[in-house]
Antibody
Framework: QLQLRESGPGLVKPSETLSLTCTVS??????????WGWIRQPPGKGLEWVASVYYSGTAYYNPSLKSRVTISVDTSRNQFSLKLTSVTATDTSLYYCARLHTSGSPDSWGQGTLVSVSS | QTVVTQEPSFSVSPGGTVTLTCGLTPGSVSTTFYPSWYQQTPGQPPRTLIYNTNIRSSGVPHRFSGSILGNRAALTITGAQADDECDYYCVLYMGSGISVFGGGTKLTVL
């Protein structure tokens, strides 16, 4: 059974870089026809797609975040990662990693990790 | 700017049928947007209900169904149960790897 697990610091200072990693188990990240991505949810608010990556390294970004976001994949470790630069309090969110169909719909989700931006 | 719209809230009686919708401003939703639907209870990650308009995810009861109604995607819950009371989100695929979530609908069963 596919499992995804997020890891990374739970607290980041304003203007610094948020870094998260998702470890995939129970399946290969090199599976055809699936992307791997990050979705976030501010406390008490809705979901927002952040970025997706194919195992080849091809990446796609939310236009509103594109200038600050980098997503990458490490097939040797079955992991993918997110970096978000110049964070502010509005980046405080529960960050989920997910597997997405090539049609853009997430089908498997991690449990999520809360990242707070505060000095 | 493209906005995916959902009803902020909806209520249904136990045993009743409810249809939640997902629209696009500007524009209209069709199968080419591969609409998908998610259920989220407090403190839990979203659960995938429907993808590619009307394909039920593994383990999802048949009382959840997806369709296109007019110019919107729709999620219909038939025979609503108390534990259906939670938040529902739709996602539309805009092409070029970009997905957009709707704002979510809070469903009340009473």
């Amino acid at each position: 059974q596919l499992q995804l697990r997020e890891s990374g610091p739970g607290l980041v200072k304003p203007s610094e870089t948020l870094s998260l990693t998702c470890t995939v188990s129970g399946g290969s990240i090199t599976t055809d026809y699936y992307y791997w991505g990050w979705i976030r949810q501010p406390p008490g608010k809705g979901l927002e797609w952040v970025a997706s990556v194919y195992y080849s390294g091809t990446a796609y970004y939310n236009p509103s975040l594109k200038s600050r976001v980098t997503i990458s994949v490490d097939t040797s470790r079955n992991q993918f990662s997110l970096k978000l630069t110049s964070v502010t309090a509005t980046d405080t969110s529960l960050y989920y990693c997910a597997r997405l169909h090539t049609s853009g719909s997430p089908d498997s989700w991690g449990q999520g990790t809360l990242v707070s931006v505060s000095s | 700017q493209t906005v995916v719209t959902q009803e902020p809230s909806f209520s249904v009686s136990p045993g009743g049928t409810v249809t939640l919708t997902c629209g696009l401003t500007p524009g209209s939703v069709s199968t080419t947007f591969y609409p998908s639907w998610y259920q989220q209870t407090p403190g839990q990650p979203p659960r995938t209900l429907i993808y590619n308009t009307n394909i039920r995810s593994s383990g999802v009861p048949h009382r959840f169904s997806g369709s296109i109604l007019g110019n919107r995607a729709a999620l219909t819950i038939t025979g609503a149960q108390a534990d259906d009371e939670c938040d529902y989100y739709c996602v539309l695929y805009m092409g070029s790897g970009i997905s957009v979530f709707g704002g979510g609908t809070k469903l009340t069963v009473l």
